[in-house]
């Protein structure tokens, strides 16, 4: 079992960048994770995946090219870096992870058992 808490949300501008974390409390290496976000009345929807070796990366084509996701399982930390941010952007952004075989590669919440509390991005001038 793991469990993941998301920092580095915020309010920024448009154009802006922030990184976000997602540490969690064990062993990661077993582990594929993923970032989800939902805004206000709308459902949770994929962001971002990553395999357990950090080899495989799929990403929302909303944010294909603007953001990177990237994983230290030594340091059982995994990060989102979002820059080009845009007013769409705003939501809540979490981190999710689910015990996978190697390579796999996951796009549906449904698909995750682990979940973090979420950290807030708003992006507005």
């Known amino acids: 079992q793991v469990q993941l808490v998301e920092s580095g949300g915020g309010l920024v501008q448009p154009g802006g960048s922030l990184r976000l974390s997602c540490a969690a409390s064990?062993?990661?290496?077993?582990?594929?994770m993923g970032w989800f976000r939902q805004a206000p009345g709308k459902e949770r929807e994929f962001v971002a995946t990553?395999?357990?070796?950090?080899?495989?990366?799929n990403y929302a084509d909303s944010v294909k090219g603007r953001f990177t996701i990237t994983r230290d399982n030594r340091m059982s930390v995994v990060w989102l870096q979002m820059n080009s941010l845009k007013a769409e952007d705003t939501a809540v952004y979490y981190c999710?992870?689910?015990?996978?075989?190697?390579?796999?590669?996951?796009?549906?919440?449904?698909?995750?058992?682990?979940w973090g509390q979420g950290t807030q991005v708003t992006v507005s001038s």
């Open positions: 990553i395999s357990r070796s950090g080899s495989i990366t």
């Open positions: 064990g062993s990661i290496f077993s582990y594929t």
């Open positions: 999710a992870a689910v015990n996978a075989y190697y390579g796999a590669t996951y796009l549906r919440p449904n698909d995750y058992t682990y």
